[in-house]
């Protein structure tokens, strides 16, 4: 099983790239969020990997391609618990997401219809099926801000996110919600999910 590639981009299109690794070509296919922010051609490139196999008896395998990890693991999250999602479905999914994975992920615990709808573009038949599938799952992956983040920052997101979900089901707005809540833990990155919705609602 492939985890990811090093080597250099050789070639990239919408519809895929290839990835030149100790001179043997890897055709992948990468979502169109991934491909608007792939380097120029010839330059080292670490891409994440999902093996998928296709054909009669699975015998044809294609590979799907992503820069972060977390891109990946809320790809291969669709693709294993949304129904009727196969491999290129859930590309089709991640590119809508890919506007913000941590507000996707803020809308599916909170059961957010309208933000699934109107921010991300998914017909209200799609959202209903994806928090169906997703609202006990998606909790589990962290989703961080670009570049690695560890220990102190993982917890900061954790609670942030917790936080405005908790908000959003009360019936505010996530464009305020995000405002207040930020607001309130910058000034106070010891306070505790309890206190940081209590004072985030005072400026709602």
Known sequence: MISYLYG??????????TVDVNGIGYEISVPVST??????????????????????????????????????????????????????????????????FADFKIAIISKNLSTLNEIFGFTKKTADKLIVALKDK?????????GKQTGAKTIKNTMISEAIA????????????KVAVTNVYEHNENITLEDLIRKSLQCL
């Not at 998606?138 to 670009?146: A, D, H, M, Y």
């Not at 908790?166 to 919600?177: D, E, F, H, S």
């Open 8 to 17: 250099t981009l050789d070639s990239k299109s919408t519809g895929g790239i």
């Open 35 to 100: 491909f608007l922010k792939l380097p120029e051609t010839r330059s080292p490139i670490k891409i994440y990997i999902v093996e998928s196999a296709a054909g009669m008896y699975g015998g044809v395998i294609s590979l799907y391609g992503f820069l972060t990890i977390e891109e990946r693991e809320i790809y291969l999250l669709i693709k294993s618990e949304v129904p009727g999602t196969g491999a290129k479905k859930a590309m089709e999914y991640i590119d809508k997401v890919s506007k913000s």
């Open 138 to 146: 998606i909790s589990t992956i962290n989703i961080l801000s670009e």
């Open 166 to 177: 908790g908000l959003i089901t009360l019936g505010y707005k996530m464009q305020y919600v």
